[in-house]
């Protein structure tokens, strides 16, 4: 095993790697951006480099910088993370190119399934289902609107290269063609340095639901169940859970033969997870694969009983899996919210500061992955995630309970962060029915706003404070105009 292993990343998942690297023995490395200097993730590691300043393309992203400094600190491995340069085939490839082990697929793997229609057909050729269109990607707009009038509307535009929804465009006429194309190329030629893209169906209310595997460098691959991750704003997810509530045991063992397939079909080696659209028919489609350990994965540590990083950092070793598929067992039921600090009623912009009160929830099944503390300034050049709140309970009914007891029990002061909103659709109907799906929060919560009484209580002990005197948060009025209820109940409840 290794004795020491860098963490090219910040906040909660650089924190939660140290833990398990901390538990095996190893000596974790931190490295930060300017405005990173006090952050969680610098106090918990061993060491801690600087690597420039704020901006990500001089710090996180600077591959020479983070390869230079993994030499200096005499490292033998490197973690990367997610986002950054986690799926960055570049980074992968100078890891190898300087003897430093990276912790994820080989380089060359990395780059096959990030294009998303080179992996389109990978996959249909190894005959695993993938969503009805292109499987070439172009600039050609009159190509483009050609493809789309003959699939029939609504259809999708993605950026070959595409990624956190960048490039990304749901159309819904031919009309609105032209203009969606010229638009997702240049957002896509922006974010990724490569303008193409395609077209595929526009699936009506699926599901996201995504299989996690290991595989190992012998070419043993399993699948560690599924997640469903249905609940997104801005076609990314906010609220994941295991088991879905849409999979029969057969589905799940189709769903997971599937993923397996695609593990051996693209020679991936490590952790990774192989995302799904399902649709109410019970028809699954490959999306993509994510080769990286996820924001999502503690809810199936949780039901699996499995520490995925150690798994990572074993295959990373060189070590064969030592897990069988007929060894895992899904138990009980586990939900995950992403805290971020951002304001869901001013259509989730992110609202970074400075946290003044800070208390986790504790007790019976909860586990928190937390990137900040107390006083800890959340800056704005990231992504505005917090942290992590998994609950585990023995079925999903006593896991939601248990998700509102937790969410209640979170106290995050001056600055606002989507709790309120999180608990508003922990505790609605249709969530409490399983009846999830990728447009949930359109269709559900928009223009949503907090519950008026809250804020009258809040803005009430705010008042009763003020006039004993008691010491003062600093109230950080969200972008509608008022205060959010769980930014005082904490520090200002009588
Ligand atoms: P990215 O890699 O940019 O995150 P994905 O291809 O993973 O993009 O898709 C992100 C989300 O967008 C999915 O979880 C789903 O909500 C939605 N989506 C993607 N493709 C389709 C589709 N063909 N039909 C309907 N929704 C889709």
Redesign the pocket.
């Known amino acids: 095993m290794f004795k020491k292993v860098l963490i090219a990343n910040r906040s909660e998942i650089a924190v939660r790697i140290m833990r398990t690297c901390r538990e095996m023995g190893i000596q974790t490395v931190a490295v930060y951006s300017e405005p990173d200097r006090k952050a969680l993730h610098v106090v918990e590691a061993e060491e801690a480099f600087s690597i420039g300043p704020a901006e990500p393309s001089e710090s996180y992203l600077n591959i020479e910088r983070i390869i230079d400094v993994a030499k200096a600190a005499g490292v033998e491995a490197i973690h990367p993370g997610y986002g950054f340069l986690a799926e960055h085939p570049l980074f992968a490839r100078a890891c190898e190119d300087s003897g430093i082990v990276f912790i994820g697929p080989p380089s060359q793997v990395i780059e096959n399934l990030g294009n998303?229609t080179l992996a389109r057909t990978m996959m249909s050729r190894a005959e695993v289902p993938v969503?009805p269109g292109m499987l070439e990607a172009t600039t050609d707009t009159t190509l483009l609107q050609k493809e789309a009038d003959a699939m029939g509307y609504p259809i999708?535009i993605?950026a070959a290269a595409?990624?956190?929804?960048?490039g990304?465009r749901v159309v819904s006429a031919s009309s609105e063609m032209p203009d969606a194309c010229v638009s997702a190329i240049s957002e896509a030629e922006k974010a990724f340095g490569d303008p193409s893209i395609y077209v595929?169906?526009?699936?009506e209310r699926?599901r996201?639901v995504e299989i996690q595997i290991l595989a190992d460098s012998n070419g043993n691959a399993i699948h560690l169940f599924e997640r469903e991750?249905s609940i997104?704003r801005r076609?990314?997810k906010i609220i994941e859970e295991t088991p879905s509530p849409a999979l029969s045991p057969e589905l799940r063992e189709r769903m997971g033969e599937a993923a397996v397939k695609v593990a051996k079909t693209s020679g991936y080696v490590n952790a990774g997870t192989v995302?799904f659209?399902l649709e109410p028919s019970g028809n699954f489609y490959f999306?993509?694969v994510n080769t990286r350990l996820q924001v999502e994965h503690p809810i199936t540590e949780l039901t699996t009983g499995t520490d995925l990083v150690r798994h990572q950092l074993e295959i990373a070793a060189g070590s064969p899996l030592s897990l069988r598929q007929e060894e895992l067992l899904q138990r009980g039921h586990a939900i995950e919210c992403r805290i971020y600090a951002e304001d869901p009623a001013a259509d989730f912009f992110p609202s970074p500061g400075k946290i003044i009160g800070y208390q986790e929830p504790t007790g019976p099944g909860v586990r928190v992955d937390s990137g900040v503390y107390e006083g800890y300034e959340v800056p704005m050049h990231y992504d505005p995630i917090l942290s992590k709140l998994i609950v585990a309970a023995e079925n999903r009914e006593l896991a939601r309970r248990r998700m509102i007891r937790a969410l209640e029990d979170y106290r995050i002061t001056g600055i606002t962060t989507i709790i309120g909103f999180l608990l508003d659709v922990i505790r609605s109907v249709p969530f409490s029915r399983g009846d999830t799906f990728?447009d949930f929060v359109q269709t559900h919560f928009s223009g949503w706003k907090p519950d008026k009484d809250l804020v009258r209580a809040a803005a009430a002990a705010y008042l009763v404070d003020e006039m004993l005197g008691a010491p003062q948060p600093q109230v950080t009025v969200s972008q509608a105009g008022y205060p959010t209820p769980w930014q005082s109940l904490g520090a200002w409840t009588l």
């Open positions: 998303k969503i999708i993605k595409g990624g956190g929804g960048k990304m595929e169906k526009c699936l699926p996201h991750c997104q076609h990314q995302e659209l999306l993509e990728i």
